[in-house]
């Protein structure tokens, strides 16, 4: 099992920026995909920004333009720098980490192995 620790989360007003990091020991960052994922209520669970082991990025409609995934393997660091953020933002945001790397699975669920507690993102208008 690999523990993965989120940070950043907290209350912003519409058309700020957050930034979410996510940390873990034990995970070799370099070579598989990860994720953020966010489950607002009333919805399901889906991916906001994805990244392959190689740094290919892929991000969902929603936040392509405004978000950005980013990792530091030496600091074992995923990061997520959110800007304009909107109330439709606001969720539980997820770290998530695979023991594979495949661009085409980023955004599916079943494709993680590991998932942090999560960071709480509240966007007021």
């Known amino acids: 099992q690999v523990p993965l620790l989120e940070a950043g989360g907290g209350s912003v007003q519409a058309g700020g920026s957050l930034m979410l990091s996510c940390g873990a020991s034990g995970y070799t960052y370099a070579r598989y995909g990860m994720g953020w994922f966010r489950h607002a209520p009333r919805k399901e669970r889906e991916g906001g920004a994805m990244i392959e082991g190689y740094g290919r990025a892929m991000y969902a409609d929603s936040v392509k333009g405004r978000f950005t995934i980013s990792k530091d393997n030496a600091k074992m660091t995923l990061y997520l720098q959110m800007n304009s953020l909107k109330p439709e933002d606001t969720a539980m945001y997820y770290c998530?980490?695979?023991?594979?790397?495949?661009?085409?699975?980023?955004?599916?669920?079943?494709?993680?192995?590991?998932w942090g507690q999560g960071t709480q993102v509240t966007v007021s208008s």
């Open positions: 998530a980490a695979a023991l594979r790397s495949c661009y085409s699975d980023l955004s599916s669920k079943r494709y993680y192995n590991y």
